[in-house]
Protein backbone atom coordinates (compact mmCIF):
# COMPACT_ATOMS: atom_id res chain seq x y z
CA UNK A 1 0.00 0.00 0.00
CA UNK A 2 2.59 2.12 0.92
CA UNK A 3 4.35 1.30 -2.20
CA UNK A 4 1.22 2.66 -4.43
CA UNK A 5 1.04 5.66 -2.32
CA UNK A 6 4.45 6.79 -3.45
CA UNK A 7 3.76 5.57 -7.20
CA UNK A 8 0.71 7.79 -6.70
CA UNK A 9 2.27 10.87 -5.28
CA UNK A 10 5.25 10.93 -8.03
CA UNK A 11 2.38 11.08 -10.40
CA UNK A 12 0.85 13.79 -9.69
CA UNK A 13 4.02 15.52 -8.82
CA UNK A 14 5.27 14.83 -12.70
CA UNK A 15 1.70 16.13 -13.76
CA UNK A 16 1.91 19.22 -12.03
CA UNK A 17 5.31 19.79 -13.43
CA UNK A 18 4.09 18.47 -17.08
CA UNK A 19 1.42 20.99 -17.14
CA UNK A 20 2.48 24.63 -15.33
CA UNK A 21 0.59 26.68 -17.86
CA UNK A 22 -2.84 25.39 -16.63
CA UNK A 23 -5.61 27.87 -16.09
CA UNK A 24 -8.59 27.39 -14.80
CA UNK A 25 -11.63 29.87 -14.14
CA UNK A 26 -12.17 31.94 -11.09
CA UNK A 27 -14.41 30.61 -8.04
CA UNK A 28 -15.88 34.01 -7.62
CA UNK A 29 -19.69 33.75 -9.45
CA UNK A 30 -20.31 37.75 -11.02
CA UNK A 31 -23.24 38.45 -10.63
CA UNK A 32 -25.61 40.31 -13.18
CA UNK A 33 -24.76 43.70 -12.76
CA UNK A 34 -21.04 43.29 -12.44
CA UNK A 35 -21.22 41.53 -15.88
CA UNK A 36 -22.93 43.78 -17.41
CA UNK A 37 -19.91 46.83 -15.71
CA UNK A 38 -17.99 44.23 -18.13
CA UNK A 39 -19.72 44.34 -21.28
CA UNK A 40 -19.73 48.27 -21.17
CA UNK A 41 -15.96 48.12 -20.85
CA UNK A 42 -15.48 45.35 -23.94
CA UNK A 43 -18.05 47.63 -26.39
CA UNK A 44 -15.78 50.44 -25.14
CA UNK A 45 -12.72 48.05 -26.55
CA UNK A 46 -14.34 46.98 -29.21
CA UNK A 47 -15.49 49.96 -30.85
CA UNK A 48 -11.99 51.64 -30.07
CA UNK A 49 -10.87 48.48 -32.11
CA UNK A 50 -13.54 49.25 -35.53
CA UNK A 51 -12.43 53.39 -35.31
CA UNK A 52 -8.60 52.12 -35.86
CA UNK A 53 -10.00 49.25 -38.62
CA UNK A 54 -11.04 51.72 -40.55
CA UNK A 55 -8.03 54.08 -40.36
CA UNK A 56 -5.92 51.22 -41.53
CA UNK A 57 -8.03 49.71 -43.98
CA UNK A 58 -6.81 49.93 -47.41
CA UNK A 59 -3.02 51.22 -46.61
CA UNK A 60 -0.10 48.81 -47.40
CA UNK A 61 1.97 50.25 -44.91
CA UNK A 62 -0.20 49.36 -42.38
CA UNK A 63 -0.99 45.26 -42.91
CA UNK A 64 0.89 43.85 -39.92
CA UNK A 65 -1.37 46.47 -37.55
CA UNK A 66 -4.84 45.95 -39.17
CA UNK A 67 -4.35 42.17 -38.93
CA UNK A 68 -3.16 42.93 -35.28
CA UNK A 69 -6.02 45.13 -34.82
CA UNK A 70 -8.53 42.66 -36.09
CA UNK A 71 -7.36 39.55 -33.91
CA UNK A 72 -7.85 42.08 -30.71
CA UNK A 73 -11.54 42.86 -32.18
CA UNK A 74 -12.06 39.28 -32.74
CA UNK A 75 -10.54 38.18 -29.05
CA UNK A 76 -12.88 41.53 -27.86
CA UNK A 77 -15.94 40.11 -29.44
CA UNK A 78 -15.17 36.53 -28.53
CA UNK A 79 -15.08 38.06 -24.63
CA UNK A 80 -18.29 39.62 -25.05
CA UNK A 81 -19.64 36.47 -26.17
CA UNK A 82 -18.57 34.62 -23.42
CA UNK A 83 -19.58 37.53 -20.91
CA UNK A 84 -22.80 37.62 -22.14
CA UNK A 85 -23.51 33.59 -22.21
CA UNK A 86 -22.57 33.95 -18.14
CA UNK A 87 -25.46 36.82 -17.92
CA UNK A 88 -27.50 34.23 -19.59
CA UNK A 89 -26.77 31.72 -17.15
CA UNK A 90 -26.86 33.90 -14.05
CA UNK A 91 -30.49 35.04 -14.83
CA UNK A 92 -31.69 31.59 -15.74
CA UNK A 93 -30.60 31.18 -12.04
CA UNK A 94 -32.37 33.96 -10.52
CA UNK A 95 -35.49 32.85 -13.04
CA UNK A 96 -34.97 29.27 -11.36
CA UNK A 97 -34.60 30.95 -8.08
CA UNK A 98 -38.04 33.57 -8.08
CA UNK A 99 -40.11 30.34 -9.42
CA UNK A 100 -39.14 28.12 -6.87
CA UNK A 101 -39.86 31.14 -4.44
CA UNK A 102 -43.33 31.43 -6.12
CA UNK A 103 -43.91 28.12 -5.02
CA UNK A 104 -42.78 28.24 -1.52
CA UNK A 105 -45.33 31.13 -1.43
CA UNK A 106 -48.00 29.44 -3.07
CA UNK A 107 -47.55 26.28 -0.40
CA UNK A 108 -47.24 28.73 2.32
CA UNK A 109 -50.44 30.90 1.24
CA UNK A 110 -52.54 27.71 0.75
CA UNK A 111 -51.56 26.78 4.68
CA UNK A 112 -52.77 30.23 5.79
CA UNK A 113 -55.80 30.26 4.05
CA UNK A 114 -56.64 26.92 5.65
CA UNK A 115 -55.86 28.16 8.63
CA UNK A 116 -58.13 31.25 7.99
CA UNK A 117 -61.15 29.12 6.96
CA UNK A 118 -60.76 26.89 10.71
CA UNK A 119 -60.28 30.48 12.45
CA UNK A 120 -63.23 31.43 10.46
CA UNK A 121 -65.38 28.21 11.70
CA UNK A 122 -64.01 28.15 14.98
CA UNK A 123 -65.30 32.04 15.75
CA UNK A 124 -68.58 30.65 14.23
CA UNK A 125 -68.87 27.89 17.03
CA UNK A 126 -67.62 30.14 19.99
CA UNK A 127 -70.06 32.55 18.82
CA UNK A 128 -72.82 30.40 18.98
CA UNK A 129 -71.57 28.54 22.43
CA UNK A 130 -71.94 31.93 23.86
CA UNK A 131 -75.58 32.88 22.13
CA UNK A 132 -76.38 29.45 23.86
CA UNK A 133 -74.50 30.33 27.18
CA UNK A 134 -76.30 33.49 27.25
CA UNK A 135 -79.67 32.52 27.32
CA UNK A 136 -79.21 29.45 29.36
CA UNK A 137 -77.62 32.76 32.17
CA UNK A 138 -80.97 34.85 31.10
CA UNK A 139 -82.95 31.88 31.92
CA UNK A 140 -81.06 31.62 35.17
CA UNK A 141 -81.14 35.16 36.11
CA UNK A 142 -84.91 35.55 35.07
CA UNK A 143 -85.76 32.31 37.62
CA UNK A 144 -83.75 34.24 40.37
CA UNK A 145 -85.31 37.38 39.72
CA UNK A 146 -88.67 35.61 40.33
CA UNK A 147 -87.83 34.24 43.62
CA UNK A 148 -85.72 37.42 44.17
CA UNK A 149 -88.86 38.37 47.01
CA UNK A 150 -87.80 34.99 48.96
CA UNK A 151 -85.01 35.10 50.96
CA UNK A 152 -82.08 32.81 51.85
CA UNK A 153 -82.91 32.70 55.37
CA UNK A 154 -86.89 32.73 54.50
CA UNK A 155 -86.42 29.09 52.55
CA UNK A 156 -83.99 27.41 55.12
CA UNK A 157 -86.16 28.97 57.93
CA UNK A 158 -89.25 27.37 56.22
CA UNK A 159 -87.74 23.92 56.61
CA UNK A 160 -89.77 21.57 59.40
CA UNK A 161 -87.00 19.33 60.04
CA UNK A 162 -83.45 19.10 60.12
CA UNK A 163 -83.08 16.78 57.40
CA UNK A 164 -85.37 19.21 55.15
CA UNK A 165 -83.17 22.24 56.19
CA UNK A 166 -80.20 20.45 54.73
CA UNK A 167 -81.54 19.57 51.51
CA UNK A 168 -82.14 23.33 51.12
CA UNK A 169 -79.15 24.11 52.15
CA UNK A 170 -77.62 21.50 49.44
CA UNK A 171 -80.35 22.52 47.10
CA UNK A 172 -79.05 26.31 47.36
CA UNK A 173 -75.58 25.80 47.02
CA UNK A 174 -75.75 23.56 43.97
CA UNK A 175 -78.27 26.36 42.19
CA UNK A 176 -75.42 29.09 43.09
CA UNK A 177 -72.44 26.95 41.82
CA UNK A 178 -74.16 26.19 38.52
CA UNK A 179 -74.77 29.83 37.92
CA UNK A 180 -70.95 30.43 38.84
CA UNK A 181 -70.49 27.57 36.10
CA UNK A 182 -72.53 29.38 33.77
CA UNK A 183 -71.20 32.59 34.48
CA UNK A 184 -67.67 31.44 34.15
CA UNK A 185 -68.36 29.38 31.46
CA UNK A 186 -69.52 32.25 29.36
CA UNK A 187 -66.57 34.64 30.64
CA UNK A 188 -64.29 32.12 29.30
CA UNK A 189 -66.09 32.18 25.41
CA UNK A 190 -65.83 35.62 25.56
CA UNK A 191 -61.83 35.32 25.93
CA UNK A 192 -61.71 32.55 23.56
CA UNK A 193 -63.82 34.45 20.89
CA UNK A 194 -61.41 37.77 21.10
CA UNK A 195 -58.25 35.53 21.16
CA UNK A 196 -59.89 33.69 18.20
CA UNK A 197 -60.58 37.19 16.44
CA UNK A 198 -57.13 38.19 17.15
CA UNK A 199 -55.29 35.63 15.66
CA UNK A 200 -57.58 35.31 12.73
CA UNK A 201 -56.51 39.03 11.97
CA UNK A 202 -52.58 38.54 12.40
CA UNK A 203 -53.13 35.01 9.89
CA UNK A 204 -55.44 37.41 6.72
CA UNK A 205 -52.26 40.48 7.50
CA UNK A 206 -49.77 37.72 6.91
CA UNK A 207 -51.58 36.33 4.11
CA UNK A 208 -52.06 40.04 2.76
CA UNK A 209 -48.35 40.11 3.26
CA UNK A 210 -47.86 36.46 1.11
CA UNK A 211 -50.20 38.03 -1.87
CA UNK A 212 -48.12 41.31 -2.08
CA UNK A 213 -44.58 39.35 -2.25
CA UNK A 214 -46.23 37.02 -4.77
CA UNK A 215 -46.98 39.66 -7.45
CA UNK A 216 -43.38 41.53 -6.64
CA UNK A 217 -41.88 38.49 -7.25
CA UNK A 218 -43.92 38.24 -10.47
CA UNK A 219 -43.11 41.53 -11.42
CA UNK A 220 -39.12 40.77 -10.79
CA UNK A 221 -39.33 37.09 -12.69
CA UNK A 222 -41.47 39.47 -15.68
CA UNK A 223 -37.99 41.78 -15.62
CA UNK A 224 -35.60 39.32 -15.27
CA UNK A 225 -37.07 36.99 -18.20
CA UNK A 226 -37.43 40.53 -20.17
CA UNK A 227 -33.62 41.22 -19.68
CA UNK A 228 -33.37 37.24 -20.54
CA UNK A 229 -34.78 37.59 -23.76
CA UNK A 230 -32.80 40.62 -24.50
CA UNK A 231 -29.22 39.12 -23.64
CA UNK A 232 -30.14 36.19 -26.06
CA UNK A 233 -31.02 38.64 -28.77
CA UNK A 234 -27.87 40.25 -28.00
CA UNK A 235 -25.82 37.13 -28.00
CA UNK A 236 -26.93 36.11 -31.09
CA UNK A 237 -26.28 39.55 -32.78
CA UNK A 238 -22.23 38.96 -31.45
CA UNK A 239 -22.23 35.43 -32.46
CA UNK A 240 -22.95 37.09 -35.94
CA UNK A 241 -20.50 40.04 -35.56
CA UNK A 242 -17.67 37.06 -34.33
CA UNK A 243 -18.72 35.28 -37.84
CA UNK A 244 -18.62 38.18 -39.40
CA UNK A 245 -15.08 39.23 -37.70
CA UNK A 246 -13.83 35.84 -38.65
CA UNK A 247 -14.86 36.16 -42.59
CA UNK A 248 -13.10 39.41 -42.58
CA UNK A 249 -9.79 38.31 -41.32
CA UNK A 250 -9.75 35.33 -43.57
CA UNK A 251 -10.62 37.18 -46.81
CA UNK A 252 -7.99 39.48 -45.78
CA UNK A 253 -5.06 37.10 -45.47
CA UNK A 254 -5.65 35.71 -48.87
CA UNK A 255 -5.71 39.40 -50.18
CA UNK A 256 -2.08 39.47 -48.53
CA UNK A 257 0.62 39.62 -51.22
CA UNK A 258 2.02 36.25 -49.90
CA UNK A 259 5.56 38.26 -50.05
CA UNK A 260 4.21 40.81 -47.39
CA UNK A 261 5.78 40.83 -44.07
CA UNK A 262 2.31 40.70 -42.58
CA UNK A 263 1.60 37.36 -44.58
CA UNK A 264 5.05 35.90 -43.42
CA UNK A 265 4.20 37.00 -39.80
CA UNK A 266 1.23 35.39 -40.01
CA UNK A 267 2.11 32.30 -41.21
CA UNK A 268 5.18 31.83 -38.50
CA UNK A 269 2.68 32.77 -35.71
CA UNK A 270 0.48 30.10 -36.80
CA UNK A 271 3.11 27.29 -37.21
CA UNK A 272 4.89 28.25 -34.04
CA UNK A 273 1.40 28.00 -32.26
CA UNK A 274 0.74 24.63 -33.87
CA UNK A 275 3.93 23.36 -33.28
CA UNK A 276 3.69 24.34 -29.48
CA UNK A 277 -0.02 22.94 -29.29
CA UNK A 278 1.56 19.97 -30.38
CA UNK A 279 4.32 19.53 -28.25
CA UNK A 280 2.21 20.60 -24.96
CA UNK A 281 -0.20 17.53 -26.03
CA UNK A 282 2.52 15.34 -26.47
CA UNK A 283 4.37 16.22 -23.66
CA UNK A 284 1.09 15.93 -21.62
CA UNK A 285 0.41 12.29 -22.95
CA UNK A 286 4.25 10.89 -22.71
CA UNK A 287 3.51 11.59 -18.66
CA UNK A 288 0.37 9.57 -18.61
CA UNK A 289 1.98 6.91 -20.29
CA UNK A 290 5.36 6.87 -18.88
CA UNK A 291 4.24 7.45 -15.01
CA UNK A 292 2.11 4.62 -14.21
CA UNK A 293 3.31 0.52 -15.24
CA UNK A 294 0.34 -1.08 -17.08
CA UNK A 295 -0.68 -3.82 -15.68
CA UNK A 296 -0.68 -7.15 -17.33
CA UNK A 297 -2.41 -9.43 -15.63
CA UNK A 298 -5.91 -7.43 -14.79
CA UNK A 299 -7.66 -4.11 -16.08
CA UNK A 300 -8.72 -0.90 -14.86
CA UNK A 301 -11.83 -0.52 -14.68
CA UNK A 302 -14.24 2.66 -14.83
CA UNK A 303 -14.90 1.44 -10.82
CA UNK A 304 -11.04 2.47 -10.47
CA UNK A 305 -10.84 4.99 -12.21
CA UNK A 306 -13.23 7.05 -10.29
CA UNK A 307 -10.87 5.58 -7.28
CA UNK A 308 -7.65 6.82 -8.35
CA UNK A 309 -9.17 10.42 -9.55
CA UNK A 310 -10.41 10.72 -5.93
CA UNK A 311 -7.25 9.56 -4.33
CA UNK A 312 -7.62 6.06 -3.94
CA UNK A 313 -5.29 3.89 -4.87
CA UNK A 314 -6.18 0.55 -3.34
CA UNK A 315 -7.18 -0.97 -6.90
CA UNK A 316 -3.94 -0.62 -8.04
CA UNK A 317 -2.54 -2.97 -5.69
CA UNK A 318 -3.28 -6.18 -7.59
CA UNK A 319 -1.62 -5.09 -10.79
CA UNK A 320 2.14 -5.97 -12.01
CA UNK A 321 4.61 -4.53 -13.99
CA UNK A 322 5.36 -6.07 -17.07
CA UNK A 323 8.64 -8.23 -17.51
CA UNK A 324 9.75 -7.10 -21.03
CA UNK A 325 9.87 -3.73 -22.14
CA UNK A 326 8.04 -3.67 -26.00
CA UNK A 327 7.20 -0.44 -27.60
CA UNK A 328 3.27 -0.11 -27.68
CA UNK A 329 1.45 -0.28 -30.94
CA UNK A 330 0.92 2.52 -33.15
CA UNK A 331 -2.57 1.55 -34.08
CA UNK A 332 -5.56 -0.02 -32.67
CA UNK A 333 -5.85 -3.53 -31.95
CA UNK A 334 -7.57 -5.68 -35.26
CA UNK A 335 -10.98 -5.19 -34.14
CA UNK A 336 -11.54 -2.91 -31.64
CA UNK A 337 -12.82 -0.28 -34.38
CA UNK A 338 -16.31 0.25 -33.61
CA UNK A 339 -18.43 3.21 -34.15
CA UNK A 340 -21.24 2.34 -32.59
CA UNK A 341 -19.77 2.44 -28.98
CA UNK A 342 -18.23 5.99 -29.48
CA UNK A 343 -20.66 8.72 -29.27
CA UNK A 344 -21.06 11.58 -31.49
CA UNK A 345 -19.28 14.69 -29.80
CA UNK A 346 -22.38 17.00 -30.41
CA UNK A 347 -24.91 14.77 -30.07
CA UNK A 348 -27.25 15.26 -33.18
CA UNK A 349 -26.66 19.26 -34.13
CA UNK A 350 -26.80 19.98 -37.79
CA UNK A 351 -22.97 20.05 -39.07
CA UNK A 352 -20.36 19.34 -41.32
CA UNK A 353 -17.02 18.18 -41.21
CA UNK A 354 -15.20 21.33 -42.40
CA UNK A 355 -11.52 19.92 -42.15
CA UNK A 356 -11.05 16.36 -42.26
CA UNK A 357 -8.45 14.27 -41.15
CA UNK A 358 -4.85 14.38 -42.95
CA UNK A 359 -2.94 16.81 -45.24
CA UNK A 360 -4.49 19.95 -46.61
CA UNK A 361 -4.26 23.12 -48.19
CA UNK A 362 -3.68 25.14 -45.08
CA UNK A 363 -3.46 28.55 -46.78
CA UNK A 364 -0.23 29.57 -44.78
CA UNK A 365 2.31 28.67 -47.26
CA UNK A 366 1.90 24.86 -48.33
CA UNK A 367 0.61 22.10 -47.06
CA UNK A 368 0.41 20.70 -43.37
CA UNK A 369 -0.65 17.85 -41.80
CA UNK A 370 -4.34 18.28 -39.86
CA UNK A 371 -4.06 15.67 -36.96
CA UNK A 372 -7.97 15.75 -36.20
CA UNK A 373 -11.38 16.13 -37.71
CA UNK A 374 -13.06 20.02 -37.45
CA UNK A 375 -16.61 20.25 -37.04
CA UNK A 376 -18.54 23.17 -38.19
CA UNK A 377 -21.98 24.60 -38.98
CA UNK A 378 -24.47 27.53 -38.83
CA UNK A 379 -24.64 28.88 -35.12
CA UNK A 380 -22.34 26.32 -33.75
CA UNK A 381 -20.74 28.90 -31.23
CA UNK A 382 -21.41 27.50 -28.00
CA UNK A 383 -23.61 24.42 -28.40
CA UNK A 384 -22.46 21.84 -26.07
CA UNK A 385 -19.01 19.65 -26.38
CA UNK A 386 -19.80 15.68 -25.25
CA UNK A 387 -17.11 12.87 -23.95
CA UNK A 388 -17.67 10.33 -27.01
CA UNK A 389 -16.42 7.72 -24.23
CA UNK A 390 -15.83 7.13 -20.51
CA UNK A 391 -12.75 8.46 -18.74
CA UNK A 392 -10.94 11.36 -16.39
CA UNK A 393 -10.13 14.25 -17.45
CA UNK A 394 -6.00 14.52 -17.36
CA UNK A 395 -6.12 18.01 -18.86
CA UNK A 396 -8.65 21.27 -18.71
CA UNK A 397 -6.59 23.99 -20.36
CA UNK A 398 -7.64 27.50 -20.74
CA UNK A 399 -5.22 28.10 -23.11
CA UNK A 400 -5.40 31.52 -25.79
CA UNK A 401 -3.13 29.77 -28.53
CA UNK A 402 -3.08 26.34 -30.12
CA UNK A 403 -5.71 24.41 -29.17
CA UNK A 404 -6.79 27.32 -27.08
CA UNK A 405 -9.33 25.96 -24.74
CA UNK A 406 -9.42 22.69 -24.70
CA UNK A 407 -10.43 19.09 -22.69
CA UNK A 408 -8.34 15.80 -22.92
CA UNK A 409 -9.86 12.69 -22.06
CA UNK A 410 -7.94 9.57 -20.85
CA UNK A 411 -10.30 6.33 -21.45
CA UNK A 412 -7.54 4.37 -19.57
CA UNK A 413 -6.82 1.68 -22.16
CA UNK A 414 -4.52 4.02 -24.49
CA UNK A 415 -7.13 5.91 -26.17
CA UNK A 416 -7.09 9.53 -25.80
CA UNK A 417 -9.71 12.25 -27.21
CA UNK A 418 -9.11 15.99 -27.63
CA UNK A 419 -11.62 18.54 -27.58
CA UNK A 420 -9.88 21.65 -28.81
CA UNK A 421 -11.00 25.49 -28.98
CA UNK A 422 -14.05 25.67 -26.48
CA UNK A 423 -15.37 28.72 -25.60
CA UNK A 424 -16.22 27.33 -22.68
CA UNK A 425 -14.98 24.17 -19.87
CA UNK A 426 -17.41 22.82 -17.80
CA UNK A 427 -15.17 20.12 -16.33
CA UNK A 428 -12.03 19.95 -14.42
CA UNK A 429 -8.72 17.91 -14.26
CA UNK A 430 -8.86 14.95 -12.21
CA UNK A 431 -13.02 14.60 -13.04
CA UNK A 432 -14.15 11.21 -14.03
CA UNK A 433 -16.87 11.87 -17.27
CA UNK A 434 -18.95 9.69 -18.40
CA UNK A 435 -20.35 8.93 -22.18
CA UNK A 436 -22.65 11.88 -23.33
CA UNK A 437 -21.79 14.12 -20.68
CA UNK A 438 -21.01 17.51 -21.48
CA UNK A 439 -17.65 18.94 -20.71
CA UNK A 440 -17.72 22.23 -22.60
CA UNK A 441 -18.59 24.25 -25.63
CA UNK A 442 -17.97 25.00 -29.16
CA UNK A 443 -15.85 28.10 -29.54
CA UNK A 444 -12.95 29.37 -31.79
CA UNK A 445 -10.17 30.03 -29.10
CA UNK A 446 -6.36 29.38 -29.76
CA UNK A 447 -4.94 29.31 -33.78
CA UNK A 448 -8.53 28.89 -35.18
CA UNK A 449 -10.09 30.62 -38.45
CA UNK A 450 -13.94 30.58 -37.32
CA UNK A 451 -16.22 28.64 -34.65
CA UNK A 452 -15.74 24.82 -34.65
CA UNK A 453 -14.44 22.28 -32.83
CA UNK A 454 -11.65 20.15 -33.13
CA UNK A 455 -11.59 16.67 -32.44
CA UNK A 456 -8.66 14.64 -31.96
CA UNK A 457 -8.02 10.56 -30.97
CA UNK A 458 -4.71 9.48 -29.81
CA UNK A 459 -4.00 5.81 -29.60
CA UNK A 460 -0.74 5.14 -27.47
CA UNK A 461 0.04 8.77 -28.53
CA UNK A 462 -0.18 8.34 -32.54
CA UNK A 463 -3.02 10.57 -34.04
CA UNK A 464 -5.73 8.73 -35.66
CA UNK A 465 -8.50 9.45 -38.35
CA UNK A 466 -11.29 10.40 -36.26
CA UNK A 467 -14.19 9.24 -38.33
CA UNK A 468 -12.87 5.84 -37.75
CA UNK A 469 -14.27 6.03 -34.33
CA UNK A 470 -17.06 8.34 -34.45
CA UNK A 471 -20.43 8.38 -36.91
CA UNK A 472 -21.51 11.52 -37.98
CA UNK A 473 -25.57 11.33 -37.13
Not at 1 to 9: A, D, H
Not at 149 to 176: H, P, Q, Y
Not at 304 to 315: E, L
Request: aromatic share 6%; with cysteine.
Amino acid sequence: MKRCLSVLLCVLLVLSLALPALRFPAAHAATVAELEDEVKKIESEIKSNKQKLQEFADKKESQQAYLDTLQKQIDAVEKKADTLDKQINALDKEIVSYDNQLKQLSNEINVLEDEVKLANRQIKETSRAIDDSKESLRQKLRSSYITGSETTLKILMGADSLASFLTRLEMMRRISESEKKVIDDFKAQLIALREARQSLEKKQSTLQQKHEKVEETKKLTVEKKAQLTEKQTAYADTIKELEGDYQKSQDYIKKLDKDSDAYQNYVKRLEQERIAADKEIDELIRSLTTTTAPPTTTTTTADQVVSIANGDPSDLTTTTAPTTTTAPPTAPPPGYIQTEVWAWPLANYPCYISSPFGYRDASIGGNAFHGGTDIAGSGIYGQPVYATRNGYVAAAVWGTTGYGRYVLLDHGDGFITIYGHCSNLTVTQGQYVLQGQQIGNVGSTGNSTGPHLHFEVRYNGVKQNPMNFVKKP
